[in-house]
């Protein structure tokens, strides 16, 4: 399953004509195979975040804390290995699951609670019990800083202080998505599930 049909991903795009740092980002996570951790902020909220390469975008997608996730100690679960369970029934359960198994298609997953709202919604419109509700467009707000990743990278090779605090800022353009550089970005390598 791609990482896109997780619960919260967020597509990424340039800004301020900063094609060619997100380029260069994107390609050299997909080449390194890792996937790159940051902190970010969301309507004046910190949260943890993976930004990953899919296709021709980088989707950044929301985490748990650390101490948000339960540890296993709590939890009474059998130990691992096949101590209680036969070759015919492990057997029987692979032959099930292939039996089960097919290609990921997200058309065949359907958000059940929201089709039954809606038919409600279509319900009351043609009894004529409604009010118009306009839904806001998505605006990106007007500053910006954007980091030069190229000079950032030159600087670093060259034995220099290679922090974003210490890169040259450009200016903001008239729209812009406002971002906040995290204080740790550290990358690790991406397992398959």
Known sequence: M???FLERPYYVAPINKSDKVYVLLR???VDTGKI???KVVIATKQHLAALVPSGPALVLDLL???DEVKTLDSLDL???GRKNISAAELKMAKQLIDEMSGKWDPEDFKD???HQVMKLVDKKVKAGKTETVIEPEEEAPEASNVIDLT???QRSLKGGKAS????PRKAPAKKAATRRPASKKRTFERKAA
């Open 151 to 153: 000079e950032l990278l």
């Open 64 to 66: 748990r804390w650390g």
């Open 2 to 4: 791609p990482f896109i």
């Open 36 to 38: 790159a951790l940051a």
């Open 164 to 167: 974003a605090k210490s890169a």
């Open 78 to 80: 059998p130990a691992a």
């Open 27 to 29: 390609e050299a996570l």
């Open 112 to 114: 059940e609670f929201r």
